[in-house]
C-alpha cells in the first residue's frame, strides 16, 4: 500500500512533549479513518489514538488518555500526535495509518497505509 512519511520523533525527558507528524498527500484515495500505533521492543504494535475522516470521532487508548491529541491539517495534507506528559512507559516506534476505504474507526484490521515509523525514545 501507499507510503505515509512520519516525522517528529525524538529523545525527551519524562514529562517532556513531542508532537508528531505524517504527511499523507502521497494517498490516492484515503477515505478512511486515520490512526497513530505504536510498538515498543519485544511487544506488539498497539493502536495509541484514533479519529474519523472527518476529526469529528476521535478514540484514544486508557495508557494515553489526557495526555495525547490526535488532529490533522487538512490544507496541509498532515496528521499530528500531540503527545504531552510523556511517561517511561511511552517509547517506541510511532507509526501513522490510514484506511483507505472506510471500515469503522476501531476497525484496527483495516488499516492498510503505512507509514515508516518514527523512534520516540523517553528517558532521563
Excluded at 507510503?3 to 478512511?32: A, F, I, M, N, Y
Aim: charged content about 20%.
Amino acid at each position: 500500500q501507499e507510503q505515509l512519511v512520519e516525522s517528529g520523533g525524538g529523545l525527551v525527558q519524562p514529562g517532556g512533549s513531542l508532537r508528531l507528524s505524517c504527511d499523507v498527500s502521497k494517498l490516492t484515495q484515503s477515505l478512511g479513518a486515520r490512526a497513530w500505533f505504536r510498538q515498543a521492543p519485544e511487544k506488539e504494535r498497539e493502536v495509541v489514538s484514533a479519529m474519523t475522516i472527518t476529526g469529528l470521532n476521535t478514540w484514544y487508548a486508557d495508557s494515553v488518555k489526557g495526555r495525547f491529541i490526535i488532529s490533522k491539517d487538512d490544507a496541509k495534507n498532515t496528521m499530528y500526535l500531540q503527545m504531552n506528559h510523556l511517561k517511561l512507559e511511552d517509547p517506541g516506534v510511532y507509526y501513522c495509518a490510514v484506511q483507505t476505504s472506510p471500515s469503522g474507526l476501531l476497525a484496527f484490521d483495516a488499516y492498510d497505509n503505512w507509514g515508516q515509523g518514527t523512534q520516540v525514545t523517553v528517558s532521563s
